[in-house]
């Protein structure tokens, strides 16, 4: 009798238990983000970075990191978008040498194409493709009217809705040349429902984005306010992708060079961070913040990050 007491007791404690434990797994959540880890100069070798160098936390909650993988070789899979203001200034023109270099420039298997920011839509001149000559079939100056870009959060969330391509190890590296102004909403606006919806939408499809600043024409020339203010916002969605701004000032940059270099050594010096999380329920966005214990590089990671429930393969 003892025997079967001490039995039945094992058994009631277990199914006591097995909510617990069940809630717990439902609250597991796992994500993955692309980190850029610059070495202290120019010209050395990419940073031996390991697991044990990264402290991460997602929703001010630590996380544990379960893999972090270089992208090169075999993982260096890279998907770029160029996308264009649409309306964009002629003088643009002096810039297409320096883009053409880039995308030639890019590594043998990366996939690439062009596309213009019209009405609120991504019109891309072709498929994703490592065709260098093909791709750059599409690079011409914009031909569209004064201010018909209307807002490029439009824009970056109809990309990221309709992203050319399903390879899912493919990182998806997009440049927007824009001067970030949201015509539907000029102010300085922090909660911009546009800017927001981009956001989400971007880190949802794992969109890095990157900007590069250039005067829109627009229906009339834009403010300094309304420039400002524009910068201010692309500067919300690099931020919260991982990307960057490349901004200089009010005035158009005299070439592109500096920065598209710059945005391909990024490309060379690239990790995938996989990690592990509390998710309360359904898959959601998340804060994230990562540190990188030796000093001296400059790392870039996503402040934003989509988490999904541990076990199921992320898109």
Same mark, same amino acid.
């Given at each position: 009798m003892k025997r079967a007491a001490i039995t039945v007791g094992v058994i009631l404690g277990a199914l006591l238990l097995a909510p617990a434990i069940f809630a717990q797994g439902e609250k597991e959540g796992q994500g993955s983000a692309i980190v850029t880890i610059l070495p202290k100069h120019e010209g050395d070798s990419s940073v031996d970075a390991a697991p044990k160098d990264l402290s991460l936390k997602t929703n001010g909650k630590e996380a544990t990191v379960s893999k972090w993988t270089p992208l090169r070789g075999d993982?260096?899979?890279?998907?770029?978008?160029?996308?264009?203001?649409?309306s964009a200034r002629s003088s643009l023109g002096r810039q297409l040498d #320096?883009?053409?270099?880039?995308?030639? /420039?890019?590594?043998?298997? =990366? %996939?690439?194409?062009?596309?213009?920011?019209? $009405?609120?839509?991504?019109?891309?001149?072709?498929?994703?493709?490592?065709d260098r000559a093909a791709a750059l079939?599409?690079?011409?100056?914009?031909?569209?009217?004064?201010?018909?870009?209307?807002?490029?959060y439009f824009?970056?969330? #109809?990309?990221?809705?309709?992203?050319? /391509?399903?390879?899912?190890? =493919? %990182?998806?590296?997009?440049?927007?040349?824009? $001067?970030g102004v949201d015509e539907y909403n000029r102010r300085l606006d922090l909660d911009d429902p546009y800017v927001q919806a981009a956001v989400n939408d971007a880190v949802r499809a794992r969109i890095i984005l990157y900007a590069i600043y250039w005067r829109d024409q627009g229906r009339v020339d834009q403010t300094q306010y309304a420039n400002n203010a524009g910068q201010n916002l692309i500067q919300i969605v690099t931020d919260a992708t991982g990307g960057k701004n490349f901004w200089i000032g009010s005035g158009n940059p005299v070439s592109f060079q500096p920065f598209l270099e710059e945005l391909n050594r990024r490309f060379r010096n690239q990790y995938e961070l996989s990690?592990?999380?509390?998710?309360?329920?359904?898959?959601?966005?998340?804060?994230?913040?990562l540190k990188f214990s030796a000093p001296g590089n400059e790392v870039t990671a996503p402040q934003q990050v989509y988490v999904g429930h541990a076990g199921v393969a992320q898109n």
């Open positions: 993982r260096g899979g890279l998907e770029v978008v160029v996308l264009i203001d649409g #320096d883009i053409s270099q880039f995308v030639q /420039s890019l590594p043998p298997n =990366a %996939r690439a194409t062009i596309g213009y920011m019209e $009405n609120g839509n991504a019109a891309l001149s072709g498929p994703l493709t490592t079939r599409g690079l011409h100056i914009p031909a569209g009217s004064a201010g018909s870009n209307g807002s490029p824009a970056l969330s #109809d990309l990221a809705k309709r992203w050319p /391509s399903d390879d899912a190890s =493919a %990182r998806r590296e997009v440049l927007m040349v824009t $001067n990690f592990s999380t509390r998710l309360n329920g359904k898959p959601e966005i998340q804060t994230m913040r």
